[in-house]
């Protein structure tokens, strides 16, 4: 069964998998074996309680949610009745249902809770052709931290690529249009080789001059950017070293460019 605040989400989900819809999340608990939570984060806690206020939990019964974000610990009311509690998070973005249920396949997926309920979980994720693994409640947020910064700032990072394209003059939808090739590639060759070994460029061939050119330019064009750049830049001398294209004489050069740059920005402001 189902139940959704919104009446016409609820309607759309009881036509596309033929289930019943109830009035209220108590009442799909008094009737199921296993409850999936898939609320906003801020949600959660506020639909558990309902319905431990309602005594509606009972001993054996699974209740889950499938937020990065949030611990099973959410669920903990759930548990002072005897059921046992689990997160199941897709590590992959989804912008919209239709969208969702075609890169779902191949996923990988997280799996936190009771272990006793890890078996229900393996078999959800394969259900959806997916792999999975399992961490520490006490971990979610740092997981979640990473997934953020591979699919949030990512974008940051490209919008800051566009930016420095547009410094030069080049309008920002073909400086969009240039660079994706680019992030398919780098994207491609990490799925094929991995990181380090994906990693390109000057500072992964030990190229000092050329991000000295960099630098030089951006400070004439883009002073705005520089501070970025610095940070990524010292970043990314440690992953050229890790892939051993670089040496640690040369590691030691990028890394006292980068942070003497950061020094000079930050007495300036």
Same mark, same amino acid.
């Given at each position: 069964?189902?139940?959704?605040?919104?009446?016409?989400?609820?309607?759309?989900?009881?036509?596309?998998?033929?289930?019943?819809?109830?009035?209220?999340?108590?009442?799909?608990?008094?009737?199921?074996?296993?409850?999936?939570?898939?609320?906003?984060?801020?949600?959660?806690?506020?639909?558990?309680?309902?319905?431990?206020?309602?005594?509606?939990?009972?001993?054996?019964?699974?209740?889950?949610?499938?937020?990065?974000?949030?611990?099973?610990?959410?669920?903990?009311?759930?548990?002072?009745?005897?059921?046992?509690?689990?997160?199941?998070?897709?590590?992959?973005?989804?912008?919209?249902?239709?969208?969702?249920?075609?890169?779902?396949?191949?996923?990988?997926?997280s799996i936190e809770g009771d272990e006793e309920a890890y078996a229900l979980g393996g078999r959800i994720v394969e259900a959806l052709e997916g792999e999975y693994f399992f961490i520490d409640r006490r971990a979610k947020p740092l997981y979640h931290a990473g997934a953020c910064v591979v699919s949030n700032y990512l974008v940051t990072i490209i919008d800051f690529g566009i930016k420095l394209l547009e410094a030069t003059g080049i309008p920002r939808?073909?400086?969009?249009?240039?660079?994706?090739?680019?992030?398919?590639?780098?994207?491609?060759?990490?799925?094929?080789?991995?990181?380090?070994?994906?990693?390109? @460029?000057?500072?992964?061939? @030990?190229?000092?001059?050329?991000?000295?050119?960099?630098?030089?330019?951006?400070?004439?064009?883009?002073?705005?950017?520089?501070?970025?750049?610095?940070?990524?830049?010292?970043?990314?001398?440690?992953?050229?070293?890790?892939?051993?294209?670089?040496?640690?004489?040369?590691?030691?050069?990028?890394?006292?460019?980068?942070?003497?740059?950061?020094?000079?920005?930050?007495?300036?402001?």
């Amino acid at each position: 069964g189902v139940q959704d605040i919104k009446s016409e989400s609820t309607q759309q989900l009881v036509e596309r998998i033929g289930c019943t819809a109830y009035p209220s999340p108590q009442d799909v608990s008094h009737s199921a074996d296993i409850i999936f939570i898939t609320t906003s984060d801020t949600a959660i806690a506020s639909v558990v309680g309902q319905i431990a206020d309602k005594r509606a939990f009972r001993p054996g019964q699974i209740i889950l949610h499938m937020s990065g974000a949030q611990s099973s610990q959410i669920l903990d009311r759930a548990k002072e009745f005897g059921a046992l509690v689990l997160s199941v998070h897709p590590l992959q973005a989804f912008a919209s249902i239709d969208r969702a249920i075609e890169i779902l396949p191949g996923s990988v997926f997280s799996i936190e809770g009771d272990e006793e309920a890890y078996a229900l979980g393996g078999r959800i994720v394969e259900a959806l052709e997916g792999e999975y693994f399992f961490i520490d409640r006490r971990a979610k947020p740092l997981y979640h931290a990473g997934a953020c910064v591979v699919s949030n700032y990512l974008v940051t990072i490209i919008d800051f690529g566009i930016k420095l394209l547009e410094a030069t003059g080049i309008p920002r939808n073909m400086a969009a249009k240039a660079l994706l090739p680019l992030i398919s590639g780098t994207v491609k060759n990490i799925e094929n080789i991995g990181i380090p070994k994906a990693l390109t @460029g000057p500072i992964a061939r @030990g190229d000092l001059a050329t991000v000295v050119d960099h630098l030089h330019c951006m400070e004439e064009m883009a002073p705005e950017l520089m501070k970025l750049y610095s940070w990524l830049g010292f970043y990314t001398a440690s992953i050229a070293r890790g892939k051993g294209s670089i040496d640690e004489k040369s590691l030691e050069e990028f890394q006292k460019l980068f942070l003497r740059e950061l020094a000079r920005i930050e007495s300036a402001s």
